[in-house]
């Protein structure tokens, strides 16, 4: 019976703003166009091969690195991370890591800026990104990369990385290439991404105690390259792998040693074991209420994960939130 209301009652800032949102629409629809140009193989490949690149960019770069900070590297390493996944069309690398650590300070409360908790499947999966109210960049949230002047201009000119994508592949396989290459590799990006904020809540197992409804999901961590093990992640959210066991696979992470053993990337973070097998020490109660959280949207959920976030705090076993800006300068 209320089901409508919210959506009648939104605040102006935070409806879709239909204007503004015309480029993400008008993505969608070229990709249709997948439909009507010559087919060849070699279109497919490019659209996977640049789907999992710009993929593997934004989850180690936007995220594992800007937000995070869960390894280190040099200056001109961190921009052509930044210039990389700045190519997937997800806005700058500041934008995306201030709110990111805000959805981390505040997991499934109702500030949190994408909660499908709180807001349902919509909202949380893009209805917030097509509004006003979050069109701006926490600079606040991201002192710490805010004081690099090439990073603060591609926030600024982040159209420039996926433009120049576009152009470069119209230019070498014309329009079939760009349709494939650009239009529906990056829909389908869009989409792998929102996977994370929209259902990495709401399907999947739980690992650890959270106080909130993270999970952990095998089907989501294949279409991010690892970012589906998101219990992990919640539980202990500064460590540059995602997948702890050898069976959660995680290729970000995969590629990030690698370039470990290259010596373009140091000091990567992973849980230590008391962080890890955390889980073994749970009573056969704590167990059994991962077991039954249930997998919904709306009140019913919100109000169990209400309780369970109550007796985590009055057993002070919250994990550690994350690092504030102020301390990660001094990293």
């Given at each position: 019976m209320t089901t409508s209301t919210p959506a009648l009652t939104l605040p102006a800032n935070e409806r879709t703003n239909w204007l503004t949102s015309v480029p993400f629409f008008a993505v969608h629809a070229m990709s249709l166009f997948a439909f009507v140009v010559p087919f060849r193989w070699e279109y497919v490949a490019t659209c996977i091969g640049l789907?999992?690149?710009?993929?593997?960019?934004?989850?180690?770069?936007?995220?594992?690195?800007?937000?995070?900070?869960?390894?280190?590297?040099?200056?001109?390493?961190?921009?052509?991370?930044?210039?990389?996944?700045?190519?997937?069309?997800?806005?700058?690398p500041l934008w995306w890591a201030g709110h990111h650590r805000h959805h981390h300070r505040y997991s499934d409360q109702v500030e949190?800026?994408?909660?499908?908790?709180?807001?349902?499947?919509?909202w949380s999966h893009m209805g917030w990104i097509l509004c006003d109210r979050y069109a701006e960049t926490d600079y606040d949230a991201i002192?710490?990369?805010?004081?690099?002047?090439?990073?603060?201009?591609?926030?600024?000119?982040?159209?420039?990385?996926p433009v120049i994508l576009a152009v470069a592949l119209f230019f070498i396989g014309g329009f079939p290439l760009l349709v494939w290459g650009f239009f529906?590799?990056?829909?389908?990006?869009?989409?792998?991404?929102?996977?994370?904020?929209?259902?990495?809540?709401?399907?999947?197992?739980?690992?650890?105690r959270t106080a909130d409804t993270s999970r952990n999901n095998w089907a989501l961590a294949l279409i991010t390259l690892g970012e589906?093990?998101?219990?992990n992640h919640h539980y202990h959210q500064n460590t540059a792998n995602q997948g702890w066991f050898w069976w959660e696979i995680d290729p970000s992470f995969y590629v990030l040693r690698l370039l470990s053993w290259l010596g373009v990337v140091s000091d990567l973070r992973t849980p230590?074991?008391?962080?890890?097998?955390?889980?073994?020490?749970?009573?056969?109660?704590?167990?059994?209420?991962?077991?039954?959280?249930?997998?919904?949207?709306?009140s019913r959920s919100r109000?169990?994960?209400?309780?369970?976030?109550?007796?985590?705090?009055?057993?002070?076993?919250?994990?550690?939130a994350a690092p504030a800006p102020a301390a990660l300068l001094r990293r």
């Amino acid at each position: 019976m209320t089901t409508s209301t919210p959506a009648l009652t939104l605040p102006a800032n935070e409806r879709t703003n239909w204007l503004t949102s015309v480029p993400f629409f008008a993505v969608h629809a070229m990709s249709l166009f997948a439909f009507v140009v010559p087919f060849r193989w070699e279109y497919v490949a490019t659209c996977i091969g640049l789907y999992y690149f710009r993929m593997w960019a934004l989850t180690t770069g936007y995220h594992r690195y800007f937000s995070h900070r869960t390894f280190k590297t040099g200056r001109v390493f961190q921009f052509l991370l930044a210039f990389f996944a700045a190519s997937c069309a997800q806005k700058g690398p500041l934008w995306w890591a201030g709110h990111h650590r805000h959805h981390h300070r505040y997991s499934d409360q109702v500030e949190d800026v994408h909660s499908p908790l709180q807001r349902g499947f919509w909202w949380s999966h893009m209805g917030w990104i097509l509004c006003d109210r979050y069109a701006e960049t926490d600079y606040d949230a991201i002192k710490d990369f805010a004081r690099y002047p090439e990073l603060r201009w591609l926030n600024r000119w982040h159209l420039v990385p996926p433009v120049i994508l576009a152009v470069a592949l119209f230019f070498i396989g014309g329009f079939p290439l760009l349709v494939w290459g650009f239009f529906v590799s990056t829909t389908l990006l869009w989409h792998g991404t929102f996977t994370i904020n929209s259902l990495s809540h709401v399907f999947g197992r739980r690992r650890y105690r959270t106080a909130d409804t993270s999970r952990n999901n095998w089907a989501l961590a294949l279409i991010t390259l690892g970012e589906g093990w998101h219990n992990n992640h919640h539980y202990h959210q500064n460590t540059a792998n995602q997948g702890w066991f050898w069976w959660e696979i995680d290729p970000s992470f995969y590629v990030l040693r690698l370039l470990s053993w290259l010596g373009v990337v140091s000091d990567l973070r992973t849980p230590p074991d008391a962080v890890k097998y955390a889980f073994r020490r749970y009573s056969e109660e704590e167990r059994t209420e991962l077991r039954g959280t249930p997998a919904l949207f709306g009140s019913r959920s919100r109000a169990l994960v209400q309780a369970a976030r109550a007796r985590l705090q009055a057993a002070s076993e919250l994990p550690a939130a994350a690092p504030a800006p102020a301390a990660l300068l001094r990293r």
